[in-house]
């Protein structure tokens, strides 16, 4: 059995930056992923500056073959029923469009830890000095032995079910799938992510432009039907933005997504020698960008790990005090004063509201409402809109609500 001081679950962007840490302060480091490396990964690859100056500072420049065409993205733009645009550039400039399948790959290598793809994680003991995770590594079992063991295995987590088992039940999941089209003609800015706030389509739709198609995306509930869902989207574009697409190609896509934790602020952390970080932990940004706090998590936990080694000090611990910050820029997020008076987005929401000029603005306004109340009808709306109204009177950062 190989024996080294930390295991990471999954090859992607928290699990890299998380070996970052640990490589740079000389702790010997595996990192399992269940596929083939480079691996594909469903994501719209717009990068949040934030998260580019992470991949910049700690991984160096980005080689062109880790990025879609067009190869930035200056922003996003929202849409609304009442047809007023509202695009929003990011702080600073563009940020590179990633190809998940490159990208991912180039951060992991870049890490310096030692990498086993196709080995999937099935379960773990923890022993108090050490832990046990079994594996499957190209259909035979396989078994490590590590000091600390890092789950940043993404939405689905078996490390977040081996240890909390009923944790998939007490969050919201919502699905989401994406369709791919030939461009016929495409009047949206390709410089843009493009999201509509429009109740009768959905409460995740959005559109943009990848390598000479335009992928139209849908956010559903279980039970929904995709196809139509996907269809009565790509109707709408052609009728209210004059956008022509040719048929669907046939490489469609979906995924579950637990796009909750940091709107219910339910995030998990592990237990005993066993930290977990990036969306698995909960970590998710409003709209679905989740590369930049899974980057800074996932940083977060090989530092607690490294930390704690040096003083001698309970990891948890050690982890949720540095963890708290980041809980705190990802559940701002979904602040409505944070959104409405401050920036925590990285694109400037109140100027581009003020521009619109009052009648416009109030239009903008009312529309966001009524989106809004769309989340009245899942099982976790209430509770999703009770915690925004909340969360900037009394606060919604208490570790208390943490696992
Ligand atoms: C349709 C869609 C569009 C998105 N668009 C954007 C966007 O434009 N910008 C943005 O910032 N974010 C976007 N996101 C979110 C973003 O992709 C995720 O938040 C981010 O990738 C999370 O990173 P992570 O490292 O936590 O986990 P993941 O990227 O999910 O990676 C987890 C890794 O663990 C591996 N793994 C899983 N289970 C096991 C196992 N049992 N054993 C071993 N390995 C395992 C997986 O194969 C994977 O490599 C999008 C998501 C979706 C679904």
């Known amino acids: 059995m190989r024996s080294v001081d930390v295991v990471i679950v999954g090859a992607s962007l928290s699990?890299?930056?998380?070996?970052?840490?640990?490589?740079?302060?000389?702790?010997?480091?595996?990192?399992?992923?269940?596929?083939?490396?480079?691996?594909?990964?469903?994501?719209?690859g717009i990068l949040s500056p934030r998260g580019h100056r992470f991949l910049l500072e700690n991984f160096g420049p980005l080689p062109p073959e880790v990025l879609h065409e067009p190869t930035s993205c200056r922003g996003v733009t929202f849409?609304?029923?009442c047809m007023v645009p509202m695009p929003m550039d990011f702080f600073g400039g563009t940020t590179p469009h990633l190809h998940r399948k490159y990208s991912d790959h180039w951060a992991i290598q870049q890490s310096g830890a030692e990498i086993h793809d196709q080995t999937s994680f099935v379960g773990l003991q923890d022993n108090g000095d050490h832990v046990i995770v079994a594996a499957r590594s190209r259909?035979?079992?396989?078994?490590?032995?590590?000091?600390?063991?890092i789950g940043a295995d993404g939405p689905s987590s078996l490390v977040t079910r081996a240890l909390y088992p009923d944790y998939?039940?007490?969050?919201?999941?919502?699905f989401v799938g994406q369709k791919f089209h030939r461009i016929i003609e495409c009047p949206l800015d390709p410089q843009y992510f493009h999201f509509w706030f429009h109740p009768s389509l959905g409460h995740y739709t959005w559109s943009h432009a990848r390598d000479g198609r335009q992928i139209v995306g849908v956010g559903f509930k279980r039970g929904d039907n995709f196809a139509r869902k996907h269809r009565t989207v790509v109707d709408y574009l052609a009728d209210k933005h004059g956008v022509r697409l040719e048929p669907e190609d046939d490489d469609d896509e979906g995924c579950g997504e637990n796009f909750g934790p940091s709107l219910i602020n339910r995030y998990v952390f592990g237990k005993g020698n066993v930290l977990i970080t990036g969306q698995a932990a909960g970590f998710l940004n409003m709209i679905g960008e989740g590369m930049s706090c899974a980057l800074h998590a996932g940083a977060i936990s090989g530092e607690a790990v490294v930390e704690a080694g040096l003083r001698n000090r309970p990891v948890q611990?050690?982890?949720?005090?540095?963890?708290?910050?980041?809980?705190?820029?990802?559940?701002?997020?979904w602040n409505p004063l944070k959104v409405a008076f401050d920036r925590p987005h990285e694109a400037d929401f109140p100027a581009a509201l003020m521009a619109l000029g009052w009648r416009d603005g109030a239009k903008v306004m009312r529309d966001i409402w009524r989106f809004l109340a769309l989340y009245k009808e899942f099982k976790w709306g209430r509770q999703i809109l009770r915690a925004a109204l909340q969360r900037p009177l009394i606060g919604g950062y208490s570790m208390k609500r943490w696992l």
Do not use: N
């Open 79 to 81: 849409h609304f029923p």
């Open 15 to 44: 699990g890299a930056a998380a070996a970052k840490r640990l490589v740079d302060a000389g702790l010997e480091t595996i990192v399992i992923e269940r596929k083939q490396l480079p691996r594909h990964k469903i994501c719209s």
């Open 139 to 149: 259909g035979e079992p396989v078994e490590y032995r590590a000091r600390r063991v």
């Open 317 to 333: 611990d050690m982890y949720r005090r540095m963890i708290a910050s980041e809980v705190r820029r990802t559940s701002d997020q």
């Open 168 to 174: 998939p039940q007490s969050i919201p999941w919502f």
